[in-house]
């Protein structure tokens, strides 16, 4: 039974750990595009760089790298490897909330970030204002896909990893039970004497009796 609760939570946690790493995966395609878009329509003059999309192309990175450890903890679950995931989700999700604040309370919000120079940020701006409930319960939604992550590697690691049964030890199981061994011979369960000695005393016992 706990196996199967084990296999159980495994299992969610690889899917919900499978749709974070497609929200890295298209961040990553989205930064390589603005990226793109960019430096095609840039001149000779000067410009910064532009911090935004290397931003967007590093958040979408850190999402991917964080999955494949995600991934390798619901697999194993390995107890060392768990809390390291946990850890990163957990920060992650604090840096969200620390965003999410700054946008939502500070009117000056812009000011705390440098000057983008290719209008992306903008263009952002633009597009979450006008889909503002979309984008809303799209980012509700990768908040509570990122806290079950959490939970379900707390779960797992309070379950622990799996216990093969059968051969706990090498004291735990008979030789009838492994296949390789079907030739095994019991050893006698009698001690052999050495038979120069039997015999002395044979004759012995015969000459007192003479």
Known sequence: MG??????????????????????????????????????????????????????????????VITCSGHIAAETVNGCCLFLYMFFVFLLLMVEAAVTVDVFFNRDWEEDFPKDSTGKLDDLKGFIKENFEMCKWIGISIVVIQGLCVLFSMILKALGPHRESSYESDDDYTPEGVPLLKNYVHQPSYVATDPLYGSRKDSWNIRVSK
């Open 3 to 64: 196996r199967m609760v084990r296999s159980c939570f495994q299992s969610m946690l690889k899917l919900v750990n499978s749709v974070v790493a497609m929200v890295g995966l298209a961040m990553i395609l989205y930064a390589l595009w603005m990226f793109r878009v960019w430096h095609k329509n840039i001149d000779d003059s000067d410009f910064p760089p532009p911090w935004f999309i290397y931003t967007f192309f590093g958040i979408g990175a850190s999402l991917c």
